[in-house]
């Protein structure tokens, strides 16, 4: 175990004198400092305000609300404070080098994307290893030796500035692409000659939640933008409202883009445009928020081109749709309308009553996670108790093949045109580094492309999958992956990680900063909770609104099992989620704050009754609840991590992690937990804050910024459930 800083040496460390942190006057707190073992931390003070909100008739503290002005100076102080006691703390632990350095030497790796061909070229990304951003590269066939297209790490010196989105013209004669600073979710798109390299002077600003479709006479192509901001300026906290669709034909500036689709009668309707393989329809996707249930319309481009008629298609806003292609008028949709596991149905536009409606791949026990039209064939993409399956169908729905994967874990790709005869897919597992195939969709046949090679013995680890019941008796999946003979003596290091929400599943994936947890002797275990889309769309609503709670006592649950299986004990149990993962953390250890022995919760909803405020927070409600709700209202109040934090409780040792560019979940959630848990907080573990600079929600960020913030998180927990790495066995050329 490390030896720890003196209070004395932290003080010094973090700039901190007697007096407050904002040199403006506050009530002295009795909580400033904690000891343990004889050691003082002393945290910087935190001005406790008096706002009082008054909530269908609940009187509700928020004491931090001044924290939410993301550019008063006197937060940039408490940010820079906090900061440097984190920094004080993690100088101090001797592995965090030997950490940084291998999660450094195995990141190193040669890392290729999905193939995709368009105008007769192909288009694929690529990273060497540690450069910060991956490549975009072109190439006439896949034997020819790649050329560098575009190049985001001469974006910026440090690397902050990436590709957010890419769209080839039919002809290949231009790319559309899209670049986000420091991790925004704010876009400019630009067009860039494919031939020559040069970027034509147009840009299109205020470009957000949107990609890019070209038309087939590759003149321009839809996407989707909000209005600017009254300021001017890109604004980091201002909420997303009234998103239209556009046109922009290439040549012309922005101000001369066709407006083709807006809802002035709805704001919160946000659109995004496909154009079909035969160049015939735009497919206009009408979403309402994160609710999976959406709204389908149509143009025909050969009736009056991007100025004609929008058709409402689908406008019930009753289920999920997912466009998956065409034969002329007859449009194919994957939904979960009445199939809770999915299933694929043809719609013909030219009498599109439900009545006449076809199933062509009826609904099966396995989620339907996604259908492509390729090869003149559909390949459907199933989960199998949150592991990948994938299946061809012939276009009138009967089975062809099962496609034979390389072993148990997740594939994704499988995407292209109607008339390719190739496809692509990716593999990877939790032990396993991704590979690309190559898939013939006629014979059925995959050829391996790309074989990372890395220092990495996949053989040294296993992966086990159990079951386990929740508070009501569900019976729950998880993942456990550790080094083969790990003894289940209750000693092990164990990192339980989930997300549980949004229908988003968590599947087996390949993780550098997984494997080297792995690697120096922790346990990874990863539970399929409710609120996810493991299981399809009754999964998923399990676990939202007032049913939310489902998915807290999903997690105890599993960490309850990891600790009667002896797989671990509270000490040595950490818990991380990132975003409604940090919600989840964030809940978890306010519900239960003895089952864990250390937290990481990352850039998280962490105030519940303020989260619609920001940004496109508005979005979540279908998935929280709305908290101007009464019903609602109650149920958010009683697990928001923010408001459930009690004053003399013991909470596990807790870093959060945040960053100051975080547009999405914006970073006052965990300021404002921040400095209540440091509040609250009765004994001598420590509550951290590690504020990321010039970086976003995740998106985008820099390769050497991921390497410095997991050599961070894994030395926090290295000290805190209080072992030595076993590097032991890394690597027998060692």
């Given at each position: 175990?490390?030896?720890?800083?003196?209070?004395?040496?932290?003080?010094?460390?973090?700039?901190?004198?007697?007096?407050?942190?904002?040199?403006?006057?506050?009530?002295?707190?009795?909580?400033?400092?904690?000891?343990?073992?004889?050691?003082?931390?002393?945290?910087?003070?935190?001005?406790?305000?008096?706002?009082?909100?008054?909530?269908?008739?609940?009187?509700?503290?928020?004491?931090?609300?001044?924290?939410?002005?993301?550019?008063?100076?006197?937060?940039?102080?408490?940010?820079?404070?906090?900061?440097?006691?984190?920094?004080?703390?993690?100088?101090?632990?001797?592995?965090?080098?030997?950490?940084?350095?291998?999660?450094?030497?195995?990141?190193?790796?040669?890392?290729?994307?999905?193939?995709?061909?368009?105008?007769?070229?192909?288009?694929?990304?690529?990273?060497?290893?540690?450069?910060?951003?991956?490549?975009?590269?072109?190439?006439?066939?896949?034997?020819?030796?790649?050329?560098?297209?575009?190049?985001?790490?001469?974006?910026?010196?440090?690397?902050?500035?990436?590709?957010?989105?890419?769209?080839?013209?039919?002809?290949?004669?231009?790319?559309?692409?899209?670049?986000?600073?420091?991790?925004?979710?704010?876009?400019?798109?630009?067009?860039?000659?494919?031939?020559?390299?040069?970027?034509?002077?147009?840009?299109?600003?205020?470009?957000?939640?949107?990609?890019?479709?070209?038309?087939?006479?590759?003149?321009?192509?839809?996407?989707?933008?909000?209005?600017?901001?009254?300021?001017?300026?890109?604004?980091?906290?201002?909420?997303?409202?009234?998103?239209?669709?556009?046109?922009?034909?290439?040549?012309?500036?922005?101000?001369?883009?066709?407006?083709?689709?807006?809802?002035?009668?709805?704001?919160?309707?946000?659109?995004?445009?496909?154009?079909?393989?035969?160049?015939?329809?735009?497919?206009?996707?009408?979403?309402?928020?994160?609710?999976?249930?959406?709204?389908?319309?149509?143009?025909?481009?050969?009736?009056?081109?991007?100025?004609?008629?929008?058709?409402?298609?689908?406008?019930?806003?009753?289920?999920?749709?997912?466009?998956?292609?065409?034969?002329?008028?007859?449009?194919?949709?994957?939904?979960?309308?009445?199939?809770?596991?999915?299933?694929?149905?043809?719609?013909?536009?030219?009498?599109?009553?439900?009545?006449?409606?076809?199933?062509?791949?009826?609904?099966?026990?396995?989620?339907?996670?996604?259908?492509?039209?390729?090869?003149?064939?559909?390949?459907?993409?199933?989960?199998?108790?949150?592991?990948?399956?994938?299946?061809?169908?012939?276009?009138?729905?009967?089975?062809?093949?099962?496609?034979?994967?390389?072993?148990?874990?997740?594939?994704?790709?499988?995407g292209g045109d109607v008339d390719d005869t190739e496809t692509f897919y990716s593999f990877s597992s939790f032990t396993t580094p991704g590979s690309?195939?190559?898939?013939?969709?006629?014979?059925?046949?995959?050829?391996?492309?790309?074989?990372?090679?890395?220092?990495?013995?996949?053989?040294?680890?296993?992966?086990?999958?159990?079951?386990?019941?929740?508070?009501?008796?569900?019976?729950?999946?998880?993942?456990?992956?550790?080094?083969?003979?790990?003894?289940?003596?209750?000693?092990?290091?164990?990192?339980?990680?989930?997300?549980?929400?949004?229908?988003?599943?968590?599947?087996?994936?390949?993780?550098?900063?997984?494997?080297?947890?792995?690697?120096?002797?922790?346990?990874?275990?990863?539970?399929?909770?409710?609120?996810?889309?493991?299981?399809?769309?009754?999964?998923?609503?399990?676990?939202?609104?007032?049913?939310?709670?489902?998915?807290?006592?999903?997690?105890?649950?599993?960490?309850?099992?990891?600790?009667?299986?002896?797989?671990?004990?509270?000490?040595?149990?950490?818990?991380?989620?990132?975003?409604?993962?940090?919600?989840?953390?964030?809940?978890?250890?306010?519900?239960?704050?003895?089952?864990?022995?250390?937290?990481?919760?990352?850039?998280?909803?962490?105030?519940?009754?303020?989260?619609?405020?920001?940004?496109?927070?508005?979005?979540?409600?279908?998935?929280?609840?709305?908290?101007?709700?009464?019903?609602?209202?109650?149920?958010?109040?009683?697990?928001?991590?923010?408001?459930?934090?009690?004053?003399?409780?013991?909470?596990?040792?807790?870093?959060?992690?945040?960053?100051?560019?975080?547009?999405?979940?914006?970073?006052?959630?965990?300021?404002?937990?921040?400095?209540?848990?440091?509040?609250?907080?009765?004994?001598?573990?420590?509550?951290?804050?590690?504020?990321?600079?010039?970086?976003?929600?995740?998106?985008?960020?820099?390769?050497?910024?991921?390497?410095?913030?997991?050599?961070?998180?894994?030395?926090?927990?290295?000290?805190?459930?209080?072992?030595?790495?076993?590097?032991?066995?890394?690597?027998?050329?060692?």
């Amino acid at each position: 175990m490390a030896l720890k800083a003196s209070g004395v040496a932290l003080a010094a460390a973090a700039g901190l004198g007697a007096a407050g942190l904002l040199g403006c006057e506050s009530t002295p707190r009795e909580n400033a400092s904690v000891s343990r073992d004889g050691e003082v931390w002393v945290y910087p003070e935190t001005p406790r305000g008096e706002v009082v909100d008054v909530l269908h008739g609940v009187s509700v503290a928020d004491p931090y609300r001044w924290m939410e002005d993301q550019e008063a100076l006197e937060l940039a102080q408490w940010i820079r404070q906090q900061n440097a006691v984190t920094d004080a703390y993690l100088d101090r632990i001797p592995e965090r080098d030997a950490i940084g350095e291998r999660l450094t030497e195995l990141w190193n790796y040669e890392r290729w994307g999905l193939p995709y061909e368009e105008g007769g070229r192909y288009f694929v990304s690529r990273n060497d290893g540690l450069q910060n951003q991956s490549v975009l590269y072109t190439m006439e066939s896949l034997d020819d030796e790649p050329r560098a297209l575009l190049d985001p790490n001469t974006f910026s010196a440090d690397g902050t500035i990436a590709l957010s989105g890419v769209a080839v013209s039919p002809d290949a004669e231009y790319l559309a692409y899209g670049v986000s600073d420091g991790g925004s979710d704010w876009q400019r798109w630009r067009v860039r000659e494919i031939a020559t390299g040069r970027d034509l002077p147009t840009t299109l600003e205020w470009v957000k939640f949107s990609g890019a479709s070209w038309t087939k006479d590759g003149e321009g192509f839809f996407y989707s933008r909000y209005p600017a901001p009254e300021s001017g300026e890109e604004d980091l906290a201002g909420t997303n409202f009234n998103q239209k669709l556009y046109y922009h034909r290439v040549g012309t500036p922005q101000s001369e883009d066709v407006l083709v689709y807006e809802r002035p009668d709805n704001p919160k309707m946000g659109f995004g445009a496909s154009v079909t393989d035969d160049g015939r329809y735009a497919m206009i996707n009408v979403w309402e928020g994160s609710s999976r249930n959406n709204r389908y319309h149509y143009m025909d481009l050969s009736q009056g081109g991007v100025r004609g008629e929008v058709v409402r298609l689908l406008d019930e806003n009753d289920a999920q749709y997912s466009f998956v292609g065409n034969d002329g008028p007859v449009f194919y949709f994957a939904t979960n309308l009445d199939a809770p596991m999915g299933r694929l149905i043809a719609i013909d536009s030219r009498s599109p009553e439900r009545e006449n409606w076809e199933t062509i791949i009826p609904e099966g026990d396995d989620a339907l996670r996604g259908v492509s039209h390729v090869g003149g064939r559909f390949i459907a993409s199933y989960l199998e108790d949150a592991k990948s399956a994938v299946r061809v169908f012939e276009t009138d729905g009967s089975f062809v093949r099962e496609v034979d994967l390389p072993g148990i874990g997740s594939a994704g790709g499988f995407g292209g045109d109607v008339d390719d005869t190739e496809t692509f897919y990716s593999f990877s597992s939790f032990t396993t580094p991704g590979s690309v195939y190559r898939y013939d969709v006629a014979t059925g046949e995959s050829e391996l492309w790309r074989e990372p090679e890395l220092d990495w013995d996949p053989s040294r680890f296993t992966t086990e999958q159990v079951f386990y019941r929740s508070a009501d008796g569900t019976r729950v999946p998880m993942f456990i992956s550790y080094k083969k003979g790990t003894r289940r003596d209750g000693r092990n290091p164990t990192y339980l990680y989930a997300y549980g929400g949004f229908n988003i599943p968590i599947t087996p994936r390949f993780s550098v900063p997984d494997a080297v947890w792995m690697e120096m002797g922790g346990v990874y275990a990863v539970p399929n909770i409710r609120g996810g889309g493991e299981y399809g769309r009754e999964w998923h609503e399990a676990g939202i609104k007032l049913r939310k709670q489902n998915v807290f006592d999903d997690f105890i649950a599993a960490a309850e099992y990891l600790i009667d299986n002896r797989w671990t004990s509270t000490p040595r149990l950490s818990i991380g989620g990132r975003s409604n993962g940090g919600l989840l953390v964030g809940a978890v250890m306010t519900q239960r704050p003895d089952l864990f022995g250390a937290a990481l919760p990352g850039v998280g909803v962490l105030d519940m009754l303020r989260f619609h405020k920001f940004t496109i927070g508005w979005a979540w409600t279908s998935d929280y609840g709305s908290p101007d709700d009464p019903t609602e209202f109650r149920a958010l109040h009683a697990y928001s991590p923010y408001h459930n934090l009690r004053r003399g409780e013991c909470y596990p040792a807790t870093m959060i992690y945040t960053a100051d560019r975080d547009d999405r979940v914006v970073p006052a959630h965990s300021f404002k937990f921040a400095a209540a848990l440091q509040y609250a907080q009765s004994c001598a573990n420590p509550t951290l804050t590690r504020i990321e600079t010039r970086a976003g929600h995740g998106a985008g960020k820099p390769t050497s910024k991921q390497i410095e913030e997991w050599a961070d998180l894994w030395s926090f927990l290295v000290e805190e459930l209080e072992f030595s790495p076993d590097w032991s066995r890394r690597a027998v050329a060692e």
